[in-house]
């Protein structure tokens, strides 16, 4: 029997084919056109088209998604074949956009519904790690990442639509109209992630109020998007308040023209909001049976972001050795001996700090609280 369990998880481990053969047709998470894993979506999307209606699926294009039913988000491919002409020659409108997105964006859930989403204010890490492979000597495609930013009614504002290769027709549209209105701002970016250009310019929104579309502009094939900085960023300039949500993040191809196959070998999200993060030192410090700590550490959330300082709080004058009893009694169930005390101190001095050592714990080991309690 004991030989039989690992043969059946090698089994069930085994890549299972999957395909989206037919288009999205706007009905929602349900449609034939979608796939989930109800983590991610894969969305057979060709929106653009709509500008051509004599143009048969099928018969004048086709449009295709390859993936994996067991990880969805890796090693997937985007296939399709457009007339080798624009959709609409004097328009900023591409064909399609098929897409695997984390959440569901708005062409799943709409204008005036944001579900899951973060409060500006309420990010603490949010990173986009993506790989992908795209042979397009004709320039006639952009890759994407592109998120919904509602307001604090719950609306639609705008878009934060990061570009990791952006087509001439797209860079044209970029700078020779967007970063040319009145109102448009334009910024040399440095990163974390890569250097780049912003342009955001503002449109009107589906309520009637000002909106802004956020465009920022670079070049690379993989890699990990601090989004999160980036949005601390934007907040900082005015262009994203507190108040207002992120949702989803989609990643795929903007398709002008051709034929062509995006090959997507990763693309994960990993977000923690600050108030995930302030339950996570609860758990970690205090166990989960504290309330009288959540709710003097939830207060100091209310007023801050910086986790740090939420540490400190939490830790409250406790020596070192009192907290590296408590991250391992609380996380891992265990008592340390004198022997394990030394190991731990030895790291708490190369991490420059308690603090440190705790902060580094508990953000990069997410799935301690889950996994080993």
């Known amino acids: 029997m004991k030989r039989i369990a690992p043969l059946l998880a090698f089994c069930f481990s085994l890549a299972q084919a999957g395909e ?9 998470a349900n449609s034939l056109g979608v796939y989930t894993d109800s983590r991610y979506y894969i969305i057979n999307n060709i929106w653009g088209v709509e500008n051509n209606p004599e143009l048969v699926f099928g018969v004048d ?12 988000n890796k090693n997937l491919s985007f296939e399709w074949d457009f007339p080798n002409e624009y959709t609409n020659p004097d328009a900023n409108t591409v064909y399609s956009f098929p897409s695997i997105s984390w959440q569901q964006p708005v062409p799943l859930i709409g204008w005036y519904a944001a579900w899951w989403s973060f409060k500006v204010k309420d990010i603490h ?14 320039d006639v495609v952009s890759v994407l990442h592109d998120i919904w930013i509602y307001d604090e009614t719950g609306v639609v504002n705008g878009e934060l639509a990061i570009y990791t290769k952006a087509s001439s027709r797209t860079k044209f549209w970029a700078y020779e109209y967007f970063a040319k209105q009145d109102s448009s701002t334009v910024y040399a970016y440095e990163g974390p992630f890569t250097a780049g250009d912003i342009i955001v310019s503002t449109h009107t929104a589906p309520n009637g109020r ?49 034929r062509n196959t995006l090959k997507v070998n990763n693309f994960t ?22 309330i009288s700590a959540y709710q003097q550490i939830g207060l100091e959330y209310l007023e801050s972001t910086d986790i740090k300082s939420l540490i400190e709080a ?20 265990i008592d340390l001996t004198e022997d394990q005390y030394q190991v731990a101190e030895s790291m708490v001095q190369s991490s420059q700090g308690i603090i440190n050592l705790t902060q580094s714990l508990i953000e990069d080991h997410a799935c301690w609280m889950s996994c080993n309690r």
């Open 61 to 72: 294009y086709d449009q295709k998604i390859k993936f994996d039913e067991n990880r969805i």
């Open 20 to 28: 989206l053969s037919r288009p999205y047709d706007g009905s929602g």
């Open 210 to 258: 000002a909106g802004k579309n956020i465009q920022y502009y670079t070049d690379v094939a993989s890699g990990k998007i601090d989004i999160d900085e980036l949005v601390k960023f934007l907040n900082k300039e005015g262009h994203l308040p507190d108040n207002y949500s992120l949702q989803a993040i989609e990643f795929g191809a903007e398709i002008w023209m051709g």
């Open 269 to 290: 999200i990993d977000s923690i909001s600050t108030r995930e993060m302030v339950s996570r030192i609860i758990k970690t410090l205090f166990g989960t049976e504290y």
């Open 314 to 333: 939490a830790i409250n004058g406790r020596t070192d050795r009192e907290i590296l009893s408590l991250i391992a009694k609380n996380v891992f169930n």
């Open 125 to 138: 890490q949010l990173h986009d790690t993506f790989d992908y492979e795209i042979n397009d000597p004709d």
